[in-house]
């Protein structure tokens, strides 16, 4: 096993548009897997929340905003490596969504159907957020080394 350099946690960001984001909801952690945006500037890392009336997310964010985000990826057999991103998760202003959607429009991963659990889409709310990352860790392992 070995850290990542600061280039090659940028190249795994840059190269995967899907991760798993962990919040708290007071009691226990929640992971959910989430599409996300990264255009090579902590500043505008963005997740994008879709929600109808309830939402355990939401629910998570009223308890805390801090969270931690992992991308991992196996680039060839038997050699993963993976980042870990941890830091507040706060809702991007008014004034910087245009950054935010150009970062999710660069590598994130939509699922094809929008609908959120059997919730029409007419009462889904989508908003914007960005990781103020405050620590990241890469590692790389491979099988035999």
């Given at each position: 096993?070995?850290?990542?350099?600061?280039?090659?946690?940028?190249?795994?960001?840059?190269?995967?548009?899907?991760?798993?984001?962990?919040?708290?909801?007071?009691?226990?952690?929640?992971?959910?897997?989430?599409?996300?945006?990264?255009?090579?500037?902590?500043?505008?890392?963005a997740?994008?929340?879709?929600?109808?009336?309830?939402?355990?997310?939401?629910?998570?964010?009223?308890?805390?905003?801090?969270?931690?985000?992992?991308?991992?990826?196996?680039p060839?057999?038997?050699?993963?490596?993976?980042?870990?991103?941890?830091?507040?998760?706060?809702?991007?202003?008014?004034?910087?969504?245009?950054?935010?959607?150009?970062?999710?429009?660069?590598?994130?991963?939509?699922?094809?159907?929008?609908?959120?659990?059997?919730?029409?889409?007419?009462?889904?709310?989508?908003?914007?957020?960005?990781?103020?990352?405050?620590?990241?860790?890469?590692?790389?392992?491979?099988m035999?080394?």
């Amino acid at each position: 096993m070995r850290e990542l350099t600061a280039e090659e946690v940028a190249e795994v960001l840059a190269h995967n548009g899907i991760g798993v984001l962990a919040l708290y909801d007071g009691t226990r952690p929640y992971a959910i897997p989430m599409s996300f945006g990264y255009d090579g500037s902590e500043a505008v890392f963005a997740v994008q929340f879709g929600s109808g009336e309830s939402s355990r997310k939401r629910d998570c964010l009223d308890v805390s905003t801090e969270a931690s985000f992992t991308v991992y990826e196996e680039p060839e057999q038997g050699r993963w490596r993976s980042v870990v991103l941890s830091g507040e998760l706060v809702e991007v202003p008014e004034a910087e969504t245009d950054a935010a959607f150009a970062a999710l429009a660069t590598n994130a991963e939509f699922a094809p159907d929008t609908s959120v659990w059997g919730v029409p889409l007419d009462e889904v709310t989508f908003t914007l957020y960005r990781l103020d990352i405050d620590d990241c860790e890469g590692r790389e392992f491979s099988m035999g080394h």
